[in-house]
């Protein structure tokens, strides 16, 4: 199962309905029958608005199902997700950049908001009627075809933002995208503790976490006194471990799930690491 970059993804497809600003993208979605189940990966937040059907998402420490007429604010990272078919689905996705929510809370009239010590990865958006409607209007744009004004969108984008932020029940999330007017770069520590498990390719964890390949390079063996390579390895090797320790999994879904392509080479390495083979390993702890 390939890890699916979804923001380039919907980008460079010319099948889906779509709108693209400097730092925003609009996509209408429907999945197709044959995509039950797949990872992806996005270097962009995004809001996902289901309009029909329903959709489990699911992080390293977080697992949400959503419903026709709710909605999700997901973070930048990697996600599993599981598809249900007893009734067609039908999405609306909203990938926007850091730059553009900093732009936003710079204009945003508002008391301060307090900041909270950590954040999920994903938000639940509470969906009030006005919200319902905004989402609503962008959907009426794709059916009307040809070219929409692009300050047309980006005026309908913050009031979404606008919507969501002064919405009590969404206090978590307002306090969110206030943090990041603080943060020029993307936090090394988050992206990584968060994705470590994720077959991604070191370029990718680079374009992930905001940065050049060698700036990327560059910041992490600063804050973490050695390679990517070699970090990601052994951060691996030690989520495997628990799993096979704690979980009924098989030997060739701890591999997977622990980010290595294939299974010889997982096995390589964990006997390396812990004198054993996984499943030799996994037999004595039993």
Known sequence: MNTIDVYQFFKNHPAFNKLVGDDYLFVEYKCPINSEQFKLWSESDFISYVISGKKDWTSLHQKISTNEGEAVYIRKGVYNTKQYFEVDYCVMLFFVTDDFIRRFMNEFSTPKI???????????????????????????????GGNIPKDLVELK??????????????????????????????????????????????????????????????????????????????????????????????INEICYESGFKNSSHFNTAFKEKYKLPPRQFKTQVS
Do not use: C
């Open 114 to 144: 307090e900041l909270q010590n950590s954040y999920p990865q994903i938000f639940e958006i509470d969906v009030d009627d006005t919200l319902t409607s905004l989402f609503m209007t962008v959907f009426n744009y794709f059916k009307q």
């Open 157 to 250: 984008f913050k009031e979404l933002f606008y919507n969501i932020a002064l919405n009590p029940a969404n206090k978590s999330i307002a306090s969110f995208f206030q943090s990041l007017q603080n943060k020029e770069k993307a936090n090394l520590d988050y992206i990584m503790m968060k994705n470590f498990h994720s077959d991604l390719t070191i370029e990718e964890y680079a374009k992930l976490s905001g940065r050049s390949l060698s700036s990327f390079k560059r910041d992490f063996k600063e804050y973490f006194k050695e390679t990517p390579r070699k970090w990601i390895n052994n951060m691996r090797l030690e989520y495997a471990k628990t799993l096979l320790e704690n979980s009924q999994l098989n």
